[in-house]
């Protein structure tokens, strides 16, 4: 045996692969075990060992032939090498040159580990918070879904250094979230929440060993990563609304903080809550346990007071805003609409309530099917005069999901006689959506367009536009929060035609017929709802 052939052995005693490559990189000897299972080592003479190997490999080769001398060994670098159809293979690897087989280099390759899946980052890149919420949704609706399914938290400690590798960190970030979304549930649920924090919902049933992937690629981009992580079983016999909310609100402590620590149990103290607080307003609605309390809304051109709205007041310390907020939230709106409309009726049907007019706002979730408009008709199907009496605010706190469908509703109310508004008309992006798509007799001018009205000249144009907009379209327009009378006159010359504010009164337990602003009207009206 030649010189060389031992020298050759005796490097192969301690790697698992040796190779020799000319001065042009291509392979002429391999001996070994592959980087691809149950191949051949000698399939691959004659490729190019840097297309065997990662972009950040082949640097790395690169550098260490350029400063290699004859006789002598490299240090050991770490190597990623192109193992089976998408996966890699992770290695440590030295070069050397002996005498009799230069200008050849030799390259004893030691394999620190199995292969594993190597994510393309394009085709699953992490999702936002919000679409991972509403992906959730479609998770835990769907008839059928998985009884083992679990939410992770998941810390790729490390990769927030990546940040400072330009393409490599790119490459090697996009490789994580891909990684992340692969031990999602269905490939697409996993979202990112930090430069180092995701989550993402998980069949407990699969086994996937996230923290060896996690190393293997930071190594493959000269980076230590870790992986500190935590889970929750769901509950298949919690409804999945309750639950949705409660990850919303441990997502917004996570995005947040950013460090949230065991948001686990930010999101289990989250679900005992939200099923608490569910029952109990189920209970409030079912037992009519909140007020309505009454504020005016005047003609601006006389002075008449033309209705009241209503505001909902709630026991306990949670305001109307945000209890409205968690009703929607978990599909509970809808009860306490009608709930809404049944206690202003019984208001409306007094004997001192024979000259109003009501108005109830409804939520834009309880237009989502026929049970709300079919309610409000039964309940004044005895009585067609009360329907005369009736406007509907329709508010955008959670938005139409069918604006067709909601107009037809809306329609149907019309067609029996009670008037439609949009309220707060301007907070939201789909305020124009609705007023091209329903069919509404009035618009509420959301206050924000109020505030600093007199001191701010593009809030009056904008006002302008929307009053002539509604005009041309034969549409009532009301604004709220006034509370000076320089705001209520310069309301008044654009041509608004009501008002609302303290300066005509603050919600009292009672309608005052009397305002501190105006003189009594002769014209007499109440709105009642919940905004």
Known sequence: MSISKRLLGLAFAAADLLLEIDPGGRIVFALGCSPITGAAADALVGQSLFD??????????????????????????????????????????????????????????????????????????????AAFLDRARSVLTTPGASQDLAVAFVDVLGLEAAQGLGEAGERLRGRVEAALQAASIDGASAAKLSPERFTLLRNRATKTDLEGEMRELGLSEGLDLGLRSSEVLLDPATDPLHTLRALRFALE??????????????????????????????????????????????????????????????????????????AEELALIDAFDVAVAEKALERLRRPDGASFTFAVNVSGASLADDRYVGALLRMTAGNPRDRQRLIVEV???????????????LGALRAAGIRVCIDDFGAGSACYDYLRGLSVDTVKIDGRFVDGLEKDPKARTLITHLVDLCASLKVDTIAERIETRPAADILRDLRVDYGQGWLFGRPESEPRIETPAVKPARRVGAVVGWS
């Not at 139409?400 to 107009?407: G, T």
């Open 395 to 409: 508010t955008e706190s959670a938005a139409l999901a069918d604006v067709d469908a909601a107009s037809r509703r």
């Open 253 to 326: 402590g996570c995005l947040k903080t950013g460090i949230l620590e065991e948001p686990e149990r930010t999101f289990t103290a989250t679900l005992a809550r939200t099923l608490k607080e569910a029952s109990a307003f189920r209970t409030m609605v079912r037992e009519r346990n909140f007020e309505l309390n009454y504020q005016p809304i005047v003609d601006l051109k006389s002075g008449a007071i033309h209705h009241f709205e209503a505001l909902s007041r709630f026991s306990g310390t949670r305001g109307p805003a945000e209890t409205i907020h968690m």
């Open 52 to 129: 065997r190997v990662g972009k950040v490999s082949a640097g790395a080769i690169q550098a260490v032939l350029s400063d290699l001398a004859p006789g002598a060994r490299s240090m050991a670098i770490e190597v990623l090498f192109l193992a089976e159809e998408g996966k890699v293979r992770r290695a440590t690897s030295r070069l050397f040159v002996m005498p009799d087989l230069a200008p050849n280099v030799s390259v004893s390759v030691t394999w620190e580990g199995p292969a594993y899946p190597l994510h393309d980052p394009e085709a699953r890149p992490a999702l936002t918070p």
